[in-house]
Structures are given as structure tokens and as C-alpha cells.
């Protein structure tokens, strides 16, 4: 099997019929630039399903902004929202108010048959189920070429070939997905997300049902392809190993951005490079902010607190504590 390593070593290992057939992800597949700033906004984002008389508040207000070319992790407890929002982001449900586009695209007002282009060409998913992702009765490399044929692309043979290549699986393209292994289908998968050039590759649990070395490979596929394509890609997931690949984590809480860990790599003084990973809490534009449970439990944080405004930083107390006036602290 071709492995990602190979892919990326100059020269014999890697194919020039890759850069000259897939469309990097600045452009449209048409070829056209695509709109500057960021590609997804998320602005205030609210979703409330409706079962019977119950109302279920799966998002509410919601803020993210991604930028061209990132790569990040969407992470948060089950029920937290995240899935509410990678099908919004998807194009397949809508939100119940604020606003969500993607690469230009308003998710809150599109038409039937801007919708059905958005998803077509505009974002590529990734499920967690194998089998979602997939026609069972179809070879990975006529799995690729469906979408461009809906999209009616032409040079099919030849662009699956090559997204197979990136993925790492030139040799099985002739393959069905019964004889792949979990991890070779959802190799598949991103090829097949990626069939018509989209802007904006979005994963939900994409590596839910593979053991911790193939989730770490499957990782390593979505950066290189980050890398390659300059797609823009969101993965939700459980997996801890997740924030290794990705510069950004943000955590969703209860439908909100609740943190966000920025990974960068630090030169220490004996030269040696660091990963350092700081932990942010997200401020929205209202001045909201979301204090993790451990600190609110560690102090019996609850209903109010009080904040002291010092020249540099702001304190905040328990409600029942009386911070001294000035002095030392
Ligand atoms: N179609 C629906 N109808 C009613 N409630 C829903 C629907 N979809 C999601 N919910 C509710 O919205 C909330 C958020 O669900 P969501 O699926 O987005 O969570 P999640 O973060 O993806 O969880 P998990 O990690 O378990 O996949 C949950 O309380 C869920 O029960
Ligand atoms: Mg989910």
C-alpha cells in the first residue's frame, strides 16, 4: 500500500499528476477564486428541534469563525451540539436563527438548487459509518467518480485516480468497499468528499470505529490532503489524540464555544522544538464567557460572581468572598 510518507518524499514517490489535476481549494472547482476572508461564520448560532412539546436547545449561540487553509477539532461532551452543527454546516438542516455561512454561501436562506450545489461542490462530509459514506456495490474508484458525474465533471477516471493516490490507495481503486479495511474505507471516504474540489472538508467522528493506530493514520491523511489541497477541514471528535494534528481544538459546551487549545511549536533554549498546547477560554462579542466545571466545582462558583477590574487582568471571585480594596493580593 502506498503510505502518506511516500506520498510526501519528492521526486519517484510522488505523482506531478496530482498538482496538475486537483483543483487547490483557493479556487472553485470551476477554477474561479474563491471569496476572501474566512470561509465558515458562524455568528450567534441557535438550533431548537422540536419534539412534541418538548423543545430541545441543541445550539444556542453559537460562535466560530475558520479560517482558509485551518485545520481544527470540534470537541465536547455527547449532547453537546457538535453534530447539530456539522449538519448545518453541511448544508442538510438549517438553524432556528443567527447566521452560518461557508465560502460565501448563507445556510439560513439558500433555495433548493443552491442547496443541492453547496452540497455537492462546496463542502464534502465524512461520517463516522463506514457504510454511510460509500456504495457498497460500487469499486472506491466509481465511489470517487459519482459525485463528479452528478456534478457532471469531466476527466473522472483520471481525478479519482489521482485522490486515490493522495489518500494513499492507488492500489485498491478497483477494490469494493466489503474487501477494504475500516480504515482503507474511510481513506475512501475523504477521496470521495474531495471528488468535486470543495472549500471545506467536514469529518463527524471519522475515526469513531477504528482502533487508536488507524485513527492516527486517518489524521495524518486529513492534514496531508490539509497541506496539499489547502482544504479547509473540520473534524468533530471524541478521540483525545485529535488535538496532536491540529493546530485548533475548540470545545463546545451545552450549544457554545466553550474553549480553544492553540497548538504551535516552541524552540527551547537547547534547540530542541516543543509542542506547546495553552488552553483559551472564548469571550463571544456580547463579552460572554464560558468558565470550565472544574473551576466552577474546585470554587462553588454558582449564579453570580463578583469581578474585580485590575490595571492588567480581571479577578473573579466567589459572590460570598470579599476581595480586599487595592493592596496586595
Ligand atoms: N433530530 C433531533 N430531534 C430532537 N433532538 C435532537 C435531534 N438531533 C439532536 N438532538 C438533540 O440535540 C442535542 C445535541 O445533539 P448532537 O447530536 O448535536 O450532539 P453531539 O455533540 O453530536 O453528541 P454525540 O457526541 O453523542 O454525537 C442533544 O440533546 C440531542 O438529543
Ligand atoms: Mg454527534
Redesign the pocket.
Known amino acids: 500500500m502506498t503510505s502518506i510518507r511516500q506520498l510526501e518524499e519528492p521526486g519517484e514517490g510522488r505523482a506531478p499528476v496530482i498538482e496538475e489535476i486537483l483543483t487547490p481549494a483557493s479556487h472553485t472547482s470551476a477554477g474561479r477564486p474563491r471569496p476572501s476572508g474566512p470561509v465558515i461564520v458562524c455568528d450567534n448560532l441557535v438550533?431548537i428541534?422540536?419534539?412534541a412539546d418538548l423543545e430541545?436547545?441543541?445550539?444556542q449561540g453559537l460562535d466560530l469563525i475558520v479560517e482558509p487553509g485551518e485545520m481544527i477539532a470540534i470537541v465536547?461532551?455527547?449532547?453537546?451540539?457538535?453534530?447539530?452543527?456539522?449538519?448545518i454546516l453541511g448544508g442538510l438542516d438549517t438553524p432556528t436563527a443567527g447566521r452560518a455561512t461557508v465560502s460565501g454561501y448563507d445556510l439560513g436562506r439558500m433555495g433548493r438548487r443552491s442547496r443541492t450545489r453547496y452540497r455537492r461542490e462546496v463542502v464534502g462530509v465524512i461520517w463516522q459509518q463506514t457504510g454511510q459514506n460509500l456504495l457498497p456495490y460500487l469499486s472506491a474508484a466509481a465511489n470517487v467518480e459519482l459525485p463528479m458525474a452528478l456534478a457532471g465533471r469531466g476527466s473522472r477516471r483520471e481525478r479519482a485516480n489521482a485522490l486515490l493516490q493522495l489518500v494513499g490507495l492507488a492500489d485498491r481503486a478497483s477494490h469494493r468497499p466489503e474487501t477494504l479495511s475500516g480504515g482503507e474505507q474511510q481513506r475512501v471516504a475523504i477521496a470521495v468528499a474531495l471528488a468535486n474540489g470543495p472549500a471545506v472538508l467536514l469529518a463527524?467522528?471519522p475515526t469513531g470505529e477504528l482502533d487508536s493506530a488507524t485513527s492516527g493514520e486517518i489524521f495524518e491523511v486529513l492534514r496531508h490532503v490539509n497541506t496539499e489541497l489547502g482544504t479547509t477541514i473540520v473534524i468533530?471528535t471524541?478521540d483525545p489524540l485529535v488535538s496532536e494534528h491540529v493546530e485548533r481544538t475548540v470545545a463546545?459546551r451545552d450549544?457554545r464555544t466553550s474553549s480553544v487549545v492553540l497548538r504551535r511549536t516552541e524552540q527551547a533554549h537547547d534547540g530542541e522544538h516543543r509542542i506547546i498546547a495553552e488552553e483559551f477560554a472564548v469571550l463571544d462579542r456580547a463579552g460572554r464567557l464560558q468558565l470550565p466545571r472544574a473551576h466552577l466545582e474546585t470554587l462553588g462558583l454558582a449564579d453570580r460572581v463578583r469581578l474585580v477590574l485590575e490595571d492588567d487582568h480581571v479577578e473573579i471571585w466567589p459572590a460570598g468572598s470579599r476581595p480586599a480594596d487595592g493592596g496586595d493580593r
Do not use: C, F, M, P
Request: proline fraction near 0%; charge should be positive; charged fraction near 20%.
Open positions: 438550533r428541534y422540536k419534539v430541545v436547545v441543541a445550539l465536547g461532551a455527547s449532547g453537546s451540539g457538535k453534530s447539530t452543527l456539522l449538519n463527524d467522528e468533530v471524541h463546545i450549544g
